[in-house]
């Protein structure tokens, strides 16, 4: 067995997986969504601090397995430093006292094997990742084979509906917050203009878009929920938008066979369904992980550490470094 541990932002997670079935043995998490809330961010040290009190707590619902322990796996890039740093010491204390060899996991690689939780892969794919740090599509032939196709130039799409909750008081994280008011509100209320809709260029931008929904919020008099609900179906019917149309882009010269979409922020339903549109047109078939494995998680650190296991790829505890940006995957 594999035992993986996250930190990379506000989720403290540890998995154990099975080298032989891939069978997912254990896996629990604990959010720390509700004490960054108030601040309607992440803060990094305070983060750190709850991954301090959170990870030992799950460690020891492991013990029983550490004796069928084959290697320690950990998240070292990208992410936060100061939260990395939490797993990683942790991963290189049980490495050097169980005796046992470390596996350096890249966090965007595991958002990408979620798709493969108890899975075989299912490769090469397409993919679009979408999370708070990142907008990205890959081409994913293998694990060590991954090519960025397009990307945001600016903020990520999840970032994006953190950043419109935080304006509207709405709390973090934003997306299913975002989401949820979306519902209740009037999609066609505000006309945001679609980012990046004129150039050929296929990449990603969401600085534009915030700037549009907060001049929008500031010509308000008053913001009630009604206003509130319309701005983030306004957004979220942009947000959306732009993706597709530069997704479109790519289809038309090169439809892909295989299609997946993942990252915390692939999640969202309205990008789920517009996608599922895309692909059905192109004859592309879709892939999503599962709502529990969208966001930041140990089990699809495990799943990639199960790659990396047998390819013998591991790093010396004295070598292990932390990368809180990673342009190359
Ligand atoms: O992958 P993840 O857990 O952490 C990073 O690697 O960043 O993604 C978290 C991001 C946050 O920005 C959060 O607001 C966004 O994913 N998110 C969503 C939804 N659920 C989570 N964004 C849009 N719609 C959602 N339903
Ligand atoms: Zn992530």
Redesign the pocket.
């Known amino acids: 067995m594999i035992l993986s541990i996250e930190s990379?932002?506000d989720?403290s997670s540890i998995a154990i997986t099975s080298i032989e079935t891939k069978e997912l043995i254990y896996h629990k998490k604990i959010s720390q969504e509700l004490q960054h809330s108030m601040y309607g961010g992440v803060v990094p040290e305070l983060a750190a601090r709850l991954h301090v009190e959170a990870l030992p707590k799950i460690l020891e619902e492991c013990k029983p397995f550490f004796p069928r322990l084959k290697a320690i796996a950990v998240t070292n890039a990208p992410g936060l430093a100061v939260t990395l740093m939490e797993g990683v010491i942790m991963a290189k204390a049980l490495s050097i006292s169980l005796n046992l060899p470390l596996i350096a996991v890249n966090?965007l690689k595991g958002?990408i094997y979620s798709l493969f939780i108890e899975k075989e892969a299912i490769l090469p794919m397409s993919v679009l990742l979408v999370?708070?740090?990142?907008t990205q599509v890959i081409e994913v032939n293998s694990l060590n084979d991954m090519n960025i196709v397009a990307k945001t130039i600016d903020d990520s799409?999840?970032?994006s509906?953190?950043k419109v909750s935080k304006m509207l008081e709405l709390g973090y994280?934003?997306?299913?917050v975002?989401?949820e008011h979306a519902l209740k509100g009037d999609e066609n209320h505000y006309a945001f203009p679609i980012p990046l809709r004129q150039s050929p260029e296929i990449m990603f931008s969401y600085s534009g878009l915030k700037n549009a929904v907060r001049m929008a919020i500031e010509k308000e008099a008053e913001i009630t929920f009604e206003v509130k609900a319309n701005i983030c179906a306004s957004f979220q019917k942009t947000a959306v938008a732009h993706i597709v149309q530069k997704m479109k882009k790519l289809f038309k010269v090169n439809p892909p066979k295989n299609f997946a979409i993942v990252?915390?922020?692939s999640?969202?339903?309205a990008?789920r369904t517009a996608m599922e549109t895309l692909c059905k047109e192109y004859d592309t078939t879709l892939y999503l992980s599962e709502l529990k494995y969208?966001?930041?998680n140990a089990a699809m650190i495990g799943r990639v550490a199960l790659e990396q296991y047998k390819n013998n790829d591991f790093t010396d505890v004295n070598e292990i470094d932390i990368q809180s940006r990673v342009k190359v995957l």
């Not at 999370?131 to 990142?134: A, I, L, P, V």
């Open positions: 990379s932002c989720d966090h958002h999370s708070g740090g990142h799409f999840g970032e509906f953190d994280p934003g997306g299913p975002v989401q990252g915390g922020a999640a969202n339903i990008l969208c966001s930041d």
